[in-house]
């Protein structure tokens, strides 16, 4: 049995106010069982894999096929500029801090299929 800290009476153990003044009672924790010392990390954890600019640079080879395919006339061309605008976004979307490639493969896709499709439409009506 516990005793109210306010008025001394007799508390029982499951009581969360004192029946005879009404203070709360508040239960002494044990701090040393909340410390970090005896939580368990398991060894298994590993942080998240990092792709580096792999997407980028495979965005970057995609735009320079694709463009250079589709200047020359083949259909493949516009396949690759798909592939490229893909791995583009996927290369800005990931964690990696080398973005860059990303970047500038979307910048070269978006040109390359303004210009190319301006040009085309020009070529289509003249």
Do not use: H, W, Y
Not at 5 to 17: P, Q, R, S, T
Not at 66 to 92: E, R, W, Y
Not at 108 to 117: A, C, H, K, R, V
Request: proline share 4%; charged share 15%; with cysteine.
């Amino acid at each position: 049995m516990n005793k109210c800290i306010n008025c001394g009476a007799e508390l029982d153990d499951n009581v969360k106010f004192c029946p005879n003044c009404g203070t709360s009672v508040t239960k002494d924790v044990d701090i040393a069982a909340t410390t970090t010392e005896n939580v368990e990390v398991p060894n298994n954890v590993q942080p998240p894999k990092k792709t580096g600019p792999v997407f980028g640079i495979i965005s970057l080879v995609s735009l320079f096929f694709g463009a250079a395919l589709t200047i020359v006339g083949l259909a493949f061309g516009g396949f690759l500029l798909v592939v490229s605008l893909v791995f583009g976004i996927i290369a800005v979307a990931t964690r990696s801090r080398k973005k860059i490639f990303g970047i500038i493969g979307l910048i070269g896709d978006g040109l390359f299929l303004i210009i190319f499709g301006f040009v085309s439409c020009i070529t289509c009506m003249g």
